[in-house]
Every structure is written in C-alpha cells, then in structure tokens.
C-alpha cells in the first residue's frame, strides 16, 4: 500500500480545512488509517484513527470536537476534516495504514505512512 496525504495550507485561527490521503492497493478497505502530526522540532503525535468500516474512530483529546476522521473505500481515501483550527495545531501531518484491523494510537503500530502535508495556522 502507497499512501499519498495533500490538502496542507494556511488557514487562520478559526478556519477549516480538509486533508485527503490517497491510498494504493487493493488491501486498503481491510486496514486500519490513522493520522499523526509532527510540529517543529516534537516528536510525530497521534491524532485521529478509524477502523475498516468506518464505524469506529478514535481522537486525540485535544483535537475532539473539532476533527472528524472518514474513509471511501470506494475512492481508496482517507480524509481529515479540521474545523476551529488553532494556531497549536500547526504541524506537518501524516496519514499512516495498519494491516491489523485495530485502531492504534502509536506510530510504531503503523506500517504505511505518506510523506506527510504541511498545515499551518496562523493567529
């Protein structure tokens, strides 16, 4: 599986902002995505997780309420809906795929990762 993350920008305090993850490989409906974030000079960070159905998600609690987690398999895609962005959540952000079934909040429980998509926010 190749995952591929894009969307990253500039976005001001308050704004939104979705990020997309372009998966590869016919295996992608039965993996568990997650998505992790990285800010200058930290170490890469779980934020939000969903399992293959789509039916269960996990949050960071910084990020709940505020991020929503979904898939289309259909699309072989993962997305990150970011609404009420702050300036803290400026980071490089990562989408990741886990052949296990299993919602993870580690980065070593991952085995596909994409090269990652700037966000910024500005104040």
């Known amino acids: 599986v190749q995952l591929q993350a894009f969307g990253g920008g500039l976005v001001q305090a308050g704004g939104s902002l979705r990020l997309s993850c372009a998966a590869s490989g016919r295996a992608f409906s039965s993996y568990a995505m997650g998505w992790f974030r990285q800010g200058p000079g930290k170490e890469r960070v779980f934020v939000a997780a969903?399992?293959?159905?789509?039916?269960?998600?996990r949050y960071t609690d910084s990020v709940k309420g505020r991020f929503t987690i979904s898939r289309d398999d259909a699309k072989t895609a993962v997305y990150l809906q970011m609404n009420s962005l702050k300036p803290e959540d400026t980071a490089v952000y990562y989408c990741?795929?886990?052949?296990?079934?299993?919602?993870?909040?580690?980065?070593?429980?991952?085995?596909?990762w994409g090269q990652g998509t700037q966000h910024t926010v500005s104040s």
């Open positions: 969903i399992n293959w159905s789509g039916g269960n998600t």
């Open positions: 990741a795929g886990r052949r296990i079934n299993v919602m993870a909040t580690t980065v070593a429980s991952y085995d596909y």
